[in-house]
């Protein structure tokens, strides 16, 4: 191979010293989402308390997050069904960042939680809250919390976090 | 359907913040793919750009910002964009364009520049999750990845020492690069006394945000003949997607990649892959990546690919099938669509007996290249011969 080309690396100091010039923009976009009938109705049950996801009756699967149409056999999705609200651990992580890098003292515990009543493997992301970090297992039966009535707003955090079942 | 082959290859180096713009990168690795081909930008009848999403750089429609760094003027010129898997996929894109008898010389141009990107590129990744029922939730690009590493483990019993060992690999492997922006002799112990980021993710396991472009030129039998005595040929090229319900999926097997290998082993008349591959080189931005591509790739056993690197299988010296033999992206560096290319550029290297200290011995003469992308359910997968 050739030696490589360019890729020249530009240190702090470069900056600090005033040996590079650069320009910046901050973007502000900002967009509002419309849910559609399903996501709707899942975040209009999410305000009720409830957990809600959707059947296909064809390839015989209960889905959440629930879907207008099933996208493997390509047909309207059919029935809706509530879940118990109860889950198992698919999987974990104990993460000490944010997105922009900041560090946090105390993790969050973001997880794959496998709805109650969904098909084998279904689950959502969530978060888990009320254990112990080193207590968290992957098979670990969980339940949702949910915000006090007043506080929901049809929103996914409407469920605060989910804690290991007593 | 015409045949095609690989026959000149370019790179940057790769670093955190290049001095050099965009379509300065960009031009500087397309130059030296040309060069390295001993050709001109009059003799490319069509240019593809791989590039990520427009966010990183703050600039709509990228593929025009950069058209003029790749020589895409006044050609027919695509940008094509398929998350992480771009790099891979840039050349499948250019096989498209040959093999079809449209045009008989294409140059292909992958170029990141992540660092513009302010207070740092994650941001420009938050997008990838569900707007209504995920975002919300305050996720963050390693999540993900975490996630799937913890279901790897759990479902094979694997230990993160065995993960570990994908990143002193690699980064011992990257000393050999010229472009490696993160090539260093570590041990599994240093890996692992790294910070967690998110368990169990550690530092030492996660590829660095890199600027950087790679190139190649490819082209139709009949010209490859011409402008090389060692063409290598694009033997197989697949590709897949998997859904983007990923909670829905199980995270333990990267069921896209193996669909995409399939395709691309069918197509080069591959029927035993572990045994009659020489050299791969699968997409590895996370240590446990390498090893569930491997998996995907049909290069070992599922849940098997962490014994094989510990026996030593994946080494590039005295390995039997040398793995990531370029340092891969946790070593040489991670410009999402140019990480891929290099990958390219590497087994063109490898092929033709170029790589340097580098160089897999024994006369190599089939290899894979992979990438993955998305929201991990994108596989590309290209083989290539001599």
């Known amino acids: 191979m050739m030696e490589p080309r360019l890729g020249t690396p530009l240190s702090s100091e470069d900056f600090e010293q005033g040996k590079v010039f650069t320009e910046s923009y901050a973007p502000k976009a900002e967009y509002a989402w419309d849910t559609g009938p399903s996501i709707g109705r899942y975040l209009a049950e999410l305000k009720e308390g409830r957990l809600v996801g959707r059947t296909c009756r064809a390839c015989k699967r209960t889905f959440i997050p629930p879907r207008s149409f099933c996208e493997l056999c390509f047909r309207p999705a059919d029935d809706w069904v509530v879940f118990p609200g109860t889950g198992k651990v698919n999987t974990f992580s104990l993460c000490y960042i944010t997105w922009d890098m900041r560090k946090l003292k105390d993790p969050q515990i973001p997880a794959v939680i496998e709805i109650d009543g969904a098909s084998e493997g279904h689950g959502i992301l969530h978060l888990l809250g009320n254990v112990d970090p080193k207590q968290v297992k992957v098979g670990m039966r969980v339940r949702a919390v949910w915000k006090p009535a007043p506080e929901r707003a049809g929103a996914i955090t409407d469920i605060l976090h989910w804690e290991p079942m007593p | 359907m015409s045949r095609v082959a690989i026959v000149g290859a370019g790179i940057t180096k790769f670093v955190r913040r290049a001095k050099e713009t965009a379509p300065e990168l960009s031009w500087a690795a397309a130059k030296a793919a040309l060069d390295s081909a001993g050709m001109t930008l009059d003799q ?290 991670n410009p999402i669509s140019a990480a891929g290319m290099m990958k390219i550029c590497e087994l063109f290297w490898q092929l033709r007996g170029e790589a340097g200290p580098r160089q897999v011995k024994g006369k190599p003469r089939k290899a894979v290249a992979q990438a993955w992308g998305d929201l991990m359910q994108v596989g590309t997968v290209v083989v290539c011969g001599v």
């Open chain 2, 44 to 333: 490319i009848d069509c240019v593809i750009h791989g590039t990520a999403p427009d966010a990183f750089d703050g600039v709509h429609m990228k593929g025009e910002y950069l058209a003029s760094g790749s020589g895409g003027w006044g050609k027919p010129y695509t940008r094509c964009y398929v998350g992480g898997g771009t790099g891979v996929f840039a050349p499948i894109h250019a096989w498209m364009h040959l093999a079809s008898g449209k045009f008989k010389t294409a140059l292909v141009v992958c170029e990141e520049k992540m660092s513009s990107c302010q207070p740092h590129p994650q941001g420009a990744f938050i997008t990838i999750f569900d707007h209504t029922t995920e975002r919300a939730l305050g996720p963050n690009l390693l999540w993900i990845f975490a996630l799937e590493q913890q279901r790897y483990m759990a479902v094979h019993g694997i230990t993160n020492e065995e993960i570990a060992l994908v990143s002193v690999k690699n980064k011992r492997n990257a000393m050999g690069h010229p472009s490696a922006q993160l090539g260093a002799e570590l041990t599994v112990k240093e890996v692992l006394a790294s910070e967690v980021m998110a368990h169990p993710v550690h530092r030492l396991m996660v590829s660095p945000t890199s600027d950087g472009a790679a190139a190649v030129v490819m082209a139709v039998e009949s010209v490859a003949k011409k402008v090389t005595r060692n063409p290598v040929w694009v033997e197989g090229v697949g590709w897949a997607l998997d859904t983007a319900f990923w909670t829905n999926r199980d995270l333990y097997y990267p069921r896209y990649v193996e669909v995409a290998a399939r395709m691309a082993y069918k197509m080069a008349g591959i029927r035993e892959p572990a045994k009659e591959i020489h050299i791969a080189e699968p997409y590895d931005p996370f240590a446990y990546k390498e090893l569930h591509h491997l998996e995907g790739l049909l290069l070992a056993p599922k849940g098997k690919a962490p014994k094989l690197l510990a026996d030593g299988h994946f080494n590039r010296d005295g390995g039997r099938l040398p793995s990531c033999p370029s340092g891969g992206l946790l070593g040489v560096g």
